[in-house]
């Protein structure tokens, strides 16, 4: 049993003695770094988009249970906080590990019940707490968001807070 550290939102969880946790950080080219580590685990997964921002992979390695994630830089700290919590939660989903979110999530002002959201919302929900927990008020943080990424605008609908 190890303690893995969520330092964007402020969180840890357990991982079982067979969970690796590695945040990979930021990487020049999303693509080689998947396809190093498809490489490295024999695992035959598709390449990414080329617009990609950031990705989380599961990878096995005999009992060995691998999540990986990495972005790229986007030339502004608040958008690249954004996409490692988004990526972070999507390892923490892999991992059946979402109830830790849900108490740091709804002190950030979030409304709902994380369990009853899609994987999508659920990154993006959490990237913005993200950005709220640093001082990042609501309106900005999504006109930031909706902006530059892949994020529906209908985001600010899950929280209480402005
Ligand atoms: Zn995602």
């Given at each position: 049993m190890k303690l893995q550290l969520f330092p964007e939102l402020g969180c840890e969880f357990i991982l079982q003695d067979n969970e690796f946790w590695h945040?990979?950080?930021?990487?020049?080219d999303l693509q080689q770094w998947k396809y190093r580590l498809d490489v490295h685990y024999d695992d035959n997964s598709l390449p990414l988009a080329e617009e990609s921002t950031g990705h989380c992979s599961q990878y096995w390695w005999g009992r060995e249970n691998h999540v990986h994630f990495a972005y790229r830089d986007l030339g502004n700290p608040l958008l690249n906080l954004f996409v490692v919590a988004h990526e972070s939660t999507h390892g923490l989903t892999i991992l059946n590990q979402e109830e830790v979110l849900q108490s740091e999530l709804t002190r950030a002002g979030f409304n709902e019940?994380?369990?009853?959201?899609?994987p999508e919302t659920k990154a993006n929900v959490s990237g913005l707490c993200a950005l709220l927990r640093r001082g990042t008020g609501l309106v900005p943080a999504i006109s930031l968001v909706t902006a530059r990424l892949h994020v529906p605008d209908d985001i600010g609908m899950y929280f209480n807070c402005s």
């Amino acid at each position: 049993m190890k303690l893995q550290l969520f330092p964007e939102l402020g969180c840890e969880f357990i991982l079982q003695d067979n969970e690796f946790w590695h945040n990979d950080g930021m990487v020049s080219d999303l693509q080689q770094w998947k396809y190093r580590l498809d490489v490295h685990y024999d695992d035959n997964s598709l390449p990414l988009a080329e617009e990609s921002t950031g990705h989380c992979s599961q990878y096995w390695w005999g009992r060995e249970n691998h999540v990986h994630f990495a972005y790229r830089d986007l030339g502004n700290p608040l958008l690249n906080l954004f996409v490692v919590a988004h990526e972070s939660t999507h390892g923490l989903t892999i991992l059946n590990q979402e109830e830790v979110l849900q108490s740091e999530l709804t002190r950030a002002g979030f409304n709902e019940d994380l369990m009853s959201l899609d994987p999508e919302t659920k990154a993006n929900v959490s990237g913005l707490c993200a950005l709220l927990r640093r001082g990042t008020g609501l309106v900005p943080a999504i006109s930031l968001v909706t902006a530059r990424l892949h994020v529906p605008d209908d985001i600010g609908m899950y929280f209480n807070c402005s």
